[in-house]
C-alpha cells in the first residue's frame, strides 16, 4: 500500500511522516525535497532529473510513503504513472496563515530548488487556493482508495494517526495480492466499508471469494501471509480472521459469483 502525504509546503507533512515511520517501520520514505537533495543542483534540468527520479521510485515500490504537495507538474506527472486505487492519501490540512508563518523559520537554502517565477510565499497562497477548490481530490480520485484529512499539533498527531484505518488498508492489500498469485481464487470481491472508500477505525474487512477450494484449504493458502493473525474461525462456507489489534476479516468462501445474490 502506498500511503500519499500530500498537503501545502510547510503544512507540517515531515511531522506527519515522521509519526507514520512510527506505526509503519517497515516502509520507505519517498519524499521530492530528499530527491532534490540528492539529483538537483538548483536548476530546471536537474531539477527535472530529481522529480522522475522520485516517480519512479514510487513506481518501484508498492508499499512506501510518499511525500509532495500532490499538485502542479510533479503531482500530475506521479499521478500518471501511478495504478488506479494504489493506495490512500493524507492530507495535511494546515491554515495557510500557518504556512506562511512558517517559511521565517524554515532553511530553504539547505534544499536546492529551481528559479521559480514567484516567491514562496506566491506559491503557498497558490497552493491553498488550489486545494480549497478542491484540485487536490479531483486530480487523485481515481488513483486512492480513501482520503484522510489530518491536522492537529504535534502533540496531538500521534493519536489522530492511530485512529486511521491504516493497518485495514495493509491487511486488505495482503489479502488482494495474494488472491491475485494465487490460481484456485478466479476472483475476490471486496464489500461494505472497503468497498464503498468508507473505512474507519472500527470497521470490518469483507470479502467474497470465488473459488473451487474448501474453506479449510483457503485457510491454509492464506494464513501464513497475515503477520499479525490471532485467531481463525470457520462456520460453513464463512471464515473469520481475527488480528492481535482486534482487527476482524470476514472471507465468504463461493463457487460462482451468482451465490452472492444470496446474500
Known amino acids: 500500500m502506498r500511503i500519499f502525504v ?51 521510485a514510487v513506481g518501484k515500490h508498492e508499499q512506501a510513503i510518499v511525500e509532495c504537495t500532490g499538485l502542479g507538474p510533479l503531482g500530475h506527472s506521479l499521478h500518471e504513472a501511478m495504478p488506479k486505487h494504489t493506495g490512500i492519501m493524507l492530507h495535511v490540512v494546515s491554515p495557510v496563515e500557518t504556512c506562511l508563518e512558517r517559511v521565517a523559520s524554515k532553511d530553504f537554502a539547505a534544499i536546492p530548488y529551481p528559479p521559480y517565477s514567484e516567491t514562496i ?42 485512529t486511521l484505518p491504516l493497518r485495514h488498508y495493509v491487511i486488505a492489500e495482503t489479502i488482494t495480492k495474494w488472491a491475485q498469485k494465487t490460481e484456485t481464487i478466479s476472483a475476490l470481491i471486496s464489500l461494505g466499508s472497503f468497498a464503498r ?32 493473525l490471532a485467531f481463525v474461525d470457520m ?25 452472492m445474490k444470496v446474500f
Open 121 to 162: 510565499e506566491q506559491t503557498i497562497i497558490r497552493c491553498d487556493q488550489e486545494i480549497l477548490s478542491g484540485e487536490l481530490d479531483k486530480l487523485w480520485a481515481d488513483r486512492i482508495l480513501q482520503s484522510f484529512p489530518v491536522e492537529g499539533s504535534q502533540d496531538s498527531l500521534s493519536v489522530e494517526l492511530a
Open 6 to 56: 500530500f498537503g501545502n509546503i510547510n503544512a507540517g507533512k515531515t511531522t506527519v511522516i515522521k509519526h507514520l515511520s512510527i506505526l509503519l517501520p517497515q516502509y520507505p520514505v519517498f519524499s521530492i525535497d530528499a530527491f532534490r537533495q540528492e539529483y538537483g543542483k538548483g536548476d530546471i534540468q536537474s531539477d527535472c532529473v530529481a522529480q522522475q527520479r522520485f516517480v519512479d
Open 235 to 259: 462456520l460453513k462456507n464463512k471464515i473469520t480472521l481475527r488480528f492481535a489489534d482486534n482487527l476482524l476479516c470476514e472471507i465468504t468462501i463461493i463457487n460462482d459469483i451468482e451465490e
Open 197 to 228: 472508500g468508507t473505512l474507519a477505525q472500527f470497521s470490518d474487512l469483507d470479502f467474497f471469494a470465488v473459488t473451487d477450494c474448501k474453506p479449510q484449504e483457503v485457510i491454509e493458502l492464506l494464513s501464513n501471509q497475515l503477520p499479525g
